[in-house]
């Protein structure tokens, strides 16, 4: 597989959407007298002008604000338009799974020899590390445990062409596992080396074709980190995690300061993960002193996907352990040899010899939400079917709806979400929906986590840079969702999902939930996204200074 990058406006869209065919609606200019529920307080001129804005004709608005102790019903806008949602989406998957797993439940990853081991440290079987869904895996933990993130983390850096990556090893969860084996006193293993990845029946999601797998190293994902040098030298190309199973071969070219940004990286077949070493291309020219055009960011970042999470971790574990100083007699490289593993759930705790420990779940909703994580979101999603008894996407959807229909009151006619967990491309909701979740999560008792997961207006995640300035900054905490679209008839751009739903303390120090979606948005310039962006977070805005 291979992409071409061409760091533009147009990068920064897919950072904030995921790219689907073309639908429009129309709809007329909205009005305060016409749209709004029978007892509820008209929309404020301020909020309908943003609305009633030239790039808004044909697009579809809707909205809800309600008081969130006294449940009084402020701004009602076409409340039950099932629209859709992009990220937004995460705030149900996030929120159940917080609720069901608990803001404490810690992710363990243990590891079982299946053999003794003699007087001499040999274990003359197999080791076996047995997966839990750890989507982290000690890659971001601090020595607070907690979980590290960035606002242009490098889950979004093929779409930015930059991140800034968190500063602990990739590889945390691998090597911690690896020094417990060696304390044990295991010197040598004679046997296999295997990922028990059983937890859950793999899947594949809509938004970028990703694995979902309980197996996770670097959220399965390779960093590359792009950085020039003079015109006509070699541009600095350094990866990470750095591994046998993964190569990276890279021809980079700097070139001068004028020069167009060129990148190609070239995605080995899934299937080398299996028959031989993996080999990511690099290919291209990079403008001497480039840096992305995106605050606070300094280097080009581009990603590979980890398509055989099994054979990695296996391959990845090897090394852990020959850096731990234990002599592994068994192939480095190759298929995760999943039809020696005993039968699933058979382990003898007797013979367990590591076992990495995670930080507590509210650390992983915080970045899931803060940072729009679609990997971790859609992880959640089949995590909390777990728990329901479910092993698959398609049962653990079904457990979803079910739950948040009974459990949470949230209308049956008021969301459809039929592939995944992480929102795009085809999540559906009514702002009625997302406040009654919104709302009901607060009677729960995750709700301070799952509260303080949510990205903060003017401050972190998605919203850092929306709307900057408002003085509504540190009072929103809301989701973000978007979905974009191009039109190649009449090469039109248009937004086929922008939302906005969370929690406001107002001017007032009301505690309000609020919702609001638009659709259908035509765009004249891709760097109107911004705009768009800014106007929900201007709607925000004026919601907070409801007195």
Sequence with gaps: MTFRT???????????????????SQNSSISSNSKNGNQAQPVPDEILAIMNQPR????????????????????????????????????????LSLNELGADHRF????????????????????????????????????????????????????????????????????????????????EINGDVIID?????????????????????NENTIDVTIIPTEPGQHAMVDWRPKSAAFDIKANVMTVGEDGELNIELSEPDSSCFELAQCVGVVTGQIPAGFKPDLPEVETLVQTFKIEGPSAYARTAFIEALQRAGVTVNTNLIGPNPANK????????????????????????????????????????LVLFGLAK???????????????????????????????????????????????????????????????????????????????????????????????????????????????????????????LVFAVFVNNALLSDISEIFEVNNDLGQIATAIYNLN
């Design 56 to 95: 808004y004709d044909g697009a579809v608005w809707s909205l809800r604000v309600i008081d969130l102790d006294t449940g009084e019903l402020i701004y009602n806008l076409d409340p039950n338009l099932v629209l859709l949602t992009g990220s937004l989406r995460k705030a149900f998957s996030s929120g």
């Design 197 to 217: 990845a059983r937890l859950f029946d793999e899947f594949v999601v809509p938004n970028n074709e990703r694995l979902i797998s309980p197996m996770i190293v």
């Design 108 to 187: 363990k990853t243990p590891v079982y020899r299946q053999e003794i081991v003699n007087g001499e440290g040999v274990l003359q079987g197999n080791l076996v590390l047995v997966a839990d869904g750890d989507l982290t895996f000690g890659g971001r933990v601090t020595s607070q445990d907690t979980i590290q993130f960035t606002n242009f983390d490098h889950v979004d850096a093929n779409a930015l062409g930059g991140a800034v990556l968190t500063p602990q090893d990739p590889l945390t969860g691998l090597n911690d596992l690896a020094q417990q084996i060696a304390d044990s006193g295991i010197k």
């Design 341 to 380: 593993l005993p039968s699933q759930n058979s382990y003898n705790p007797e013979t367990q010899v590591a076992e990495y420990i995670s930080p507590p779940f509210s650390e992983y909703a915080k970045l899931i939400l803060k940072v729009s994580h679609n990997y971790g979101a859609n992880l959640s």
């Design 6 to 24: 061409r760091f533009t406006l147009f990068s920064l869209i897919i950072f904030l959407s995921f790219f689907s065919i073309w639908g429009c």
């Design 389 to 511: 008894g479910e092993r698959t996407v398609e049962g653990s959807l079904q457990q979803e709806r079910v739950t948040l229909i009974e459990d949470f009151d949230v209308p049956a006619n008021g969301f459809n979400f039929p592939t995944n967990g992480s929102g795009s491309p085809d999540s559906e909701a009514s702002p009625r929906a997302v406040t009654t979740l919104l709302s009901n999560m607060s009677q729960t008792e995750v709700f301070d986590d799952y509260f303080n997961s949510f990205p903060i207006l003017g401050v972190d995640g998605s919203l850092k840079f929306v709307d900057e300035g408002s003085p509504a900054t540190n009072r929103v905490r809301g989701k973000t969702g978007t979905s974009v679209g191009f039109n190649p008839d009449t090469q039109q751009f248009i937004v086929k999902a922008k939302s906005l739903g969370g929690y406001i303390d107002s001017i007032s120090d009301r505690k």
